[in-house]
């Protein structure tokens, strides 16, 4: 079945770094669309970016453009989430999520993707 296991948080001071990882089993991982999502207590699910797993496309929320970066090693089925200044704002659960369809085109992901099975989350915390 398919799974998502997530790995990485904890706790930082304002201004580090995490590296989150998403390992992805269960299902093809080529050409399928991986979101990293987020939720703090009280707040609304938000989507912090997606990666395409057949190509290069990555997208980005305004709020960690320039300071966040998904990236994939296909040969572990793992997509990471690089983290860098981190903001008290960034604190929450951080989950990746997919569909499992694969899609041909970069620009499927984009607009298709659904993101139905999502992993157990990993914390993170930023502290000033």
């Known amino acids: 079945q398919v799974q998502l296991v997530e790995s990485g948080g904890g706790s930082v001071q304002a201004g580090g770094s995490l590296r989150l990882s998403c390992e992805a089993s269960?299902?093809?991982?080529?050409?399928?669309?991986m979101g990293w999502f987020r939720q703090a207590p009280g707040k609304e699910r938000e989507r912090v970016g997606l990666i395409y797993t057949g190509g290069t496309l990555t997208r980005y929320a305004d709020s960690v453009k320039g300071r966040f970066t998904i990236s994939q090693d296909p040969a572990k089925n793992t997509v990471y989430l690089q983290m860098n200044s981190l903001k008290l704002e960034d604190t929450a659960m951080y989950y990746c999520?997919?569909?499992?369809?694969?899609?041909?085109?970069?620009?499927?992901?984009?607009?298709?993707?659904?993101?139905?099975?999502r992993g157990q989350g990993t914390q993170v915390i930023v502290s000033s």
């Open positions: 999520a997919t569909d499992t369809v694969r899609y041909g085109v970069s620009s499927s992901c984009l607009i298709r993707a659904d993101f139905s099975f």
């Open positions: 269960g299902y093809t991982f080529s050409g399928t669309c």
